[in-house]
């Protein structure tokens, strides 16, 4: 029996069950029964509110900041495939048509630009955590939408030289650096437990269907006359839609509260709840709160408080090893490959076609993830998914150490498991790592340490991007199919990982799931000495703290003190 359920029985709490036994596959699996009983061996408070259109339309504008980076993906992908653009700016690509399959695109300025944004975002992201705690979730969703429309117009005004054309991407980097930080949380603070999958999860969705409507745009802009301009000029339209949720949207009740505007919070957490009755969720919100007020700066405890330490590595790990998956490099580089098969067309045209052919089973089973996720939980979905994306991933490596044979297309009769392969990586990304490794770090920090830990997930994820970004094409030239195996054995080593370090989070009040986290078979003994969990922090006891207050407040209520 696990040391929560232990206490638990201790405590009178909940009975001791008769032992079962328990498959390998249910140890990460975790059915609704195992995660109802985990919850309730926990004392977690449950909170039933329902959904209202507020909740969602909030939830959707700032979702928005899930489309900047998509689209960013998308677009650059597709422009930079353009003739028209690489003549004006990056001629060499051109010149390079008929190199070998694995080094048409290594080029360094090419690199540079596709990297830039990401090493801007990773920067900002510090400042942006500051920002999100120190003005409120909204502050931030307006500076990304107005740094990415400035981004956009720069970037489509671009004449044959470098400056707007890279201080475009500086500025989209600003704006993916602020929006990525802001729209988790946000998401994750307004939805209800319950629905918190579904509504926080949405944000990396948009981020696949920013790509998916990215690459429909360059299919549809191939034939006009500059047309990656209007491609590059269009990314205003996602920014302009998180620029105006911003500046009209209610900030989250817990940054209002976590800032001194109690009464603003209750009036906010009613509306977006469709209650009155909110008392449970404000007193949780209201216990964090004064206990982030009596901490020390954000960062500083993020990191060196030993209780913090199960945060700040899976904040860290999450992005990592989501990045360190091969996604960018897959979704860069399944034009080159099915462009050549001659299955969706030749040239560029059959480049653009595969990418929106990879990209749309990756946005429906990221959207599918989106509803499923509060239902089954996240383990369910991240551990296979990673499994899954490990095996396609090294299979992919052999197909093409064997077939490709260093010339420009792949071989005939290989096309056909390539598509298949690559599919089934797309959807187990989507499945996966895609949306739950944003999901998660958004869920698990305290108050206090919220938009920090955020900082880090957003910084990690940018900046290996970065990293794979600026030097991807030149392993690709060196390592050509090794690449592809070298990535997944990165999956395969995540999919220990959460294995092991992931604890179920489905379901559980945003305040209460650091605790949680804390409490976990092998975080209790990082988190605390001797893996004792101290009374003040142990959820069992908080439980019967809650239930004699309430005992209390009912006995006042029906046997009111006599006036005097």
Not at 38 to 44: F, H, I, L, P
Not at 120 to 132: E, K, L, M, Q, W
Not at 469 to 491: D, E, P, R
Request: proline share 4%; with cysteine; glycine share 10%.
């Amino acid at each position: 029996m696990d040391a929560p359920e232990e206490r638990a029985v201790a405590a009178g709490t909940v009975s001791q069950a008769p032992s079962r036994k328990v498959s390998r596959f249910s140890r990460f699996s975790h059915t609704a029964d195992d995660i109802a009983r985990d919850k309730e061996a926990s004392g977690v408070t449950e909170i039933n509110a329902r959904v209202t259109l507020y909740v969602v339309l909030c939830c959707i504008v700032a979702s928005f900041g899930g489309v900047l980076f998509g689209y960013d993906a998308g677009i650059t992908g597709g422009v930079e495939t353009s003739k028209q653009f690489a003549l004006w700016f990056f001629p060499d690509t051109a010149s390079n048509a008929q190199s070998s399959f694995w080094c048409r695109f290594n080029d360094n300025k090419l690199q540079a630009y596709s990297a830039t944004m990401h090493f801007t975002g990773a920067v900002a992201s510090i400042p942006a955590g500051y920002v999100t705690q120190k003005y409120g979730r909204t502050k931030s969703m307006v500076i990304a939408g107005g740094a990415y429309i400035a981004g956009a117009i720069a970037q489509a005004l671009s004449w044959n030289t470098y400056a707007p054309l890279f201080l475009g991407r500086v500025l989209w980097g600003i704006g993916v650096g602020f929006g990525d930080h802001c729209a988790f949380i946000y998401c994750a603070e307004m939805a209800p437990p319950q629905w918190r999958g579904l509504l926080a999860a949405g944000v990396q969705a948009n981020v696949f269907t920013g790509i998916l409507v990215a690459n429909c745009l360059n299919l549809g802009f191939n034939y006009v006359k500059a047309g990656w301009r209007l491609s590059l000029a269009l990314a205003a339209v996602p920014g302009t839609i998180l620029l105006l949720g911003g500046l009209f949207l209610y900030d989250t009740p817990n940054s209002l509260m976590e800032r001194g505007h109690p009464e603003k919070a209750r009036k906010v957490l009613e509306k977006v709840r469709g209650t009155k009755n909110v008392d449970d969720e404000l007193a949780l919100l209201g216990r964090a709160t004064d206990i982030a007020k009596a901490s020390e700066n954000p960062f500083k405890a993020l990191c060196f408080r030993r209780k913090n330490i199960p945060q700040l590595v899976l904040c860290i790990a999450f992005p990592f090893f989501q990045q360190w998956s091969g996604v960018n490099a897959v979704s860069f580089f399944a034009p080159q490959i099915f462009g050549g098969s001659s299955i969706l067309g030749e040239g560029n045209l059959g480049e653009l076609s595969s990418a929106i052919l990879v990209d749309g089973v990756e946005c429906i089973a990221g959207w599918i993830t989106v509803l499923i996720v509060d239902r089954i939980g996240r383990r369910v979905l991240l551990i296979p998914g990673c499994g899954m994306g490990a095996s396609t991933l090294i299979a992919a490596g052999v197909v093409l150490k064997y077939e490709t044979m260093g010339h420009l297309t792949l071989a005939k009769g290989s096309a056909a498991a390539t598509v298949i392969l690559v599919g089934l990586y797309t959807i187990s990304f989507g499945f996966g790592l895609g949306p739950i490794a944003w999901l998660v770090p958004a869920e698990i920090h305290d108050i206090n340490t919220r938009a920090a830990g955020q900082s880090f997930t957003v910084f990690t994820q940018l900046i290996s991007g970065a990293i794979i970004t600026q030097v991807f094409l030149k392993m690709l030239c060196s390592l050509q199919y090794w690449a592809f195996i070298f990535f997944g054995l990165w999956q395969a080593i995540a999919c220990i990982f959460f294995i092991f370090l992931q604890p179920e989070t489905n379901g559980i009040p945003i305040e209460q799931v650091p605790d949680y986290v804390r409490a976990h078979k092998i975080w209790r003994y990082v988190a605390y000495p001797g893996g004792r969990i101290p009374a003040a922090a142990d959820p069992v006891n908080l439980a019967k703290q809650r239930e004699q207050a309430k005992e209390i407040k009912g006995h006042e209520a029906t046997n009111p003190s006599p006036k005097v």
